[in-house]
C-alpha cells in the first residue's frame, strides 16, 4: 500500500467509527436528529501534508465539515477553541517566570465563594473573547461570571453574523487552578448547545427590570440537560498539552505538536477499558459518602468487587488530569455526595455534562450513584452534581450498590 492508501484507509476506518457509534443500537448514543450524524458519504480528499505532519485538528474539523456541511458553524467554534487552548498552554507554562506576573490570587472572589486566581481571571477573559469573535456564539456561562452573557449583541458588526447558526458555550477556563502554583495539570473544559435566537438582548434599549423576562429566556439557554449537547471538548495543560473532543460521534484525542504548532490526532476513537482497578477520589471524605459507595470501594481494595481487581488509588485533584488519565487507563473517577456536600463540589453545566459526555462517547459511564448525570437539567448555572464516571463495569457496580441499598431500604 502506498503513504496515501495507508493513510486514507486510516481515515476511513476513523469516519466509520464514527458512525457506528450513531448506531441506534448503542445505548449511549444520544437521541439526536439527523443535523448532528456525521455522514459516510463522500471519501474525504487527502493529500501528502497530512501524511507528513498527521491530521491536525484543522484538517479533522474540515473533513468533518466537508462531510457535513451543517456541522460548518461548529467547525468555526472549534477554530477559536483551539487557539485558545493554545494561548491557555503558553500562559501557564510561563506563569512560573517572575516576569509574566500571571500567578496568585486576582484578588476577587467568584459567585461561589472561591478565591479567583489571577490565571483564572486572564483565561475566562482570552476564552471569552476568542468565542466571541466568531459570531457564532449566542450565550456563554462560565464558572468565572456570575450570570450567562449574550455576548453577540456587543459585537461591533452585529449585523453581519444575524443569519448564522449561533451556539451556548459553557465553560471553565482553568478548572484546576488551585493546583496551579505548584505545577500540577490544569485544563479547561468546554460544552457547546444550541442557541435559542429569542434569547437575544438589546442592551441599549432596556433597562435591568424591563429585561429581566429577556434574560430569564437566555439563562434559559443555558439551563440545558448534557443530552442536548452537540459538542464537547478538555485542553490539558500537562507534558504535553492535550485536546480531547466529541461531536457525539466518538472521542477524538490531539497531541500539541510545539513544532508545528498544531494539534495533531493521536488517540483517534477512544475506548476507555471496560474493567479496571484504578479509584481516583479525594479519600480523605470518604467517612461521609453514601454507604453503598463506602462498601463498594472497601470491597475494590481488598480485591473483592465484582472484576476481582486490587485496586490502587491515583488522584489528582485536578478534574481534567484524572478525567483523561481515566479515559487512557480506566478506573474511577469521581466527586461523590458526601454528608457535608450532598451534590457533590463539581459544577453540572460545564464539568459534569460536557465531562460525562466525552466519557459516555468513548464507552464509559458517568452517574451521580443514582442517576445518569447527562439527563439532569439544571436548575442555576452554577448548580454541582454528584459524579462517579469511568469504566462502564465499574462504574455499572457502584449503580448497582445503590440500587441494591435502595431496594432493601423498601423491602
Ligand atoms: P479546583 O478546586 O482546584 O478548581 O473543579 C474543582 C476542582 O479543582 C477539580 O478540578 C478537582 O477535581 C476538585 O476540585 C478537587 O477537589 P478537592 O480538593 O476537594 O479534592
Not at 5 to 18: C, E, G, K, N, Q
Not at 172 to 200: F, M, R
Not at 256 to 269: Q, V
Request: negative net charge; contains cysteine; hydrophobic residues 35%.
Amino acid at each position: 500500500m502506498n503513504r496515501i492508501a495507508v493513510f486514507s484507509s486510516t481515515i476511513l476506518l476513523i469516519l466509520a467509527s464514527r458512525v457506528e457509534s450513531f448506531s441506534p443500537a448503542n445505548p449511549l448514543s444520544k437521541n439526536v436528529d439527523s443535523r448532528h450524524i456525521i455522514h459516510q458519504a463522500k471519501a474525504p480528499v487527502f493529500d501528502e501534508v497530512c501524511d507528513v505532519t498527521g491530521i491536525t485538528l484543522k484538517r479533522f474539523m474540515s473533513e468533518v465539515v466537508l462531510l457535513n456541511p451543517e456541522l460548518g458553524e461548529l467547525g468555526t467554534l472549534f477554530g477559536a477553541i483551539d487557539t485558545a487552548c493554545k494561548a491557555i498552554s503558553n500562559l501557564v507554562k510561563r506563569s512560573q517566570l517572575p516576569s509574566s506576573e500571571t500567578l496568585g490570587y486576582q484578588g476577587e472572589v467568584n459567585i461561589q465563594g472561591e478565591d479567583q486566581k489571577k490565571l483564572d481571571v486572564i483565561t475566562n477573559d482570552l476564552l471569552k473573547r476568542a468565542l466571541r469573535f466568531t459570531g457564532r456564539l449566542g450565550v456563554l456561562a462560565s464558572e468565572e461570571e456570575d450570570e450567562p452573557l449574550d455576548l453577540i449583541s456587543s459585537l461591533p458588526n452585529e449585523a453581519i453574523f444575524s443569519d448564522t447558526e449561533k451556539y451556548v458555550c459553557v465553560f471553565d477556563p482553568l478548572d484546576g487552578s488551585s493546583n496551579v502554583d505548584a505545577g500540577i495539570p490544569t485544563g479547561t473544559i468546554i460544552g457547546i448547545y444550541e442557541h435559542d435566537e429569542t434569547c437575544a438582548i438589546d442592551f441599549d434599549d432596556c433597562t435591568d427590570d424591563e429585561c429581566s423576562e429577556q434574560e430569564a429566556q437566555c439563562l434559559a439557554n443555558t439551563l440545558q440537560a448534557g443530552n442536548n449537547l452537540v459538542a464537547a471538548a478538555y485542553c490539558l495543560y500537562s507534558s504535553s498539552t492535550f485536546l480531547v473532543l466529541t461531536l457525539g460521534a466518538g472521542t477524538y484525542g490531539f497531541t500539541l505538536d510545539e513544532n508545528l504548532g498544531e494539534f495533531i490526532l493521536s488517540h483517534p476513537a477512544m475506548k476507555i477499558p471496560e474493567t479496571s482497578s484504578i479509584i481516583s477520589m479525594n479519600e480523605a471524605n470518604t467517612f461521609m459518602w453514601d454507604q453503598p459507595l463506602q462498601d463498594t470501594v472497601m470491597k475494590w481494595k481488598r480485591g473483592e468487587g465484582k472484576s476481582g481487581n486490587s485496586f490502587s488509588s491515583r488522584y489528582i485533584g485536578s478534574m481534567v488530569g484524572d478525567v483523561h488519565r481515566t479515559l487512557l487507563y480506566g478506573g474511577i473517577f469521581g466527586y461523590p455526595s458526601d454528608t457535608k456536600n450532598p451534590n457533590g463540589k463539581l459544577r453540572l453545566l460545564y464539568e459534569g455534562a460536557p465531562m460525562s459526555f466525552i466519557v459516555e462517547q468513548a464507552g464509559g459511564l458517568a452517574t451521580t450513584g443514582k442517576q445518569r448525570v447527562m439527563e439532569i437539567t439544571p436548575d442555576y448555572v452554577h448548580q454541582r452534581v454528584p459524579i462517579i464516571l469511568g469504566s462502564k463495569n465499574d462504574v455499572q457496580e457502584v449503580i448497582d450498590a445503590y440500587e441494591n441499598a435502595s431496594a432493601s431500604a423498601v423491602a
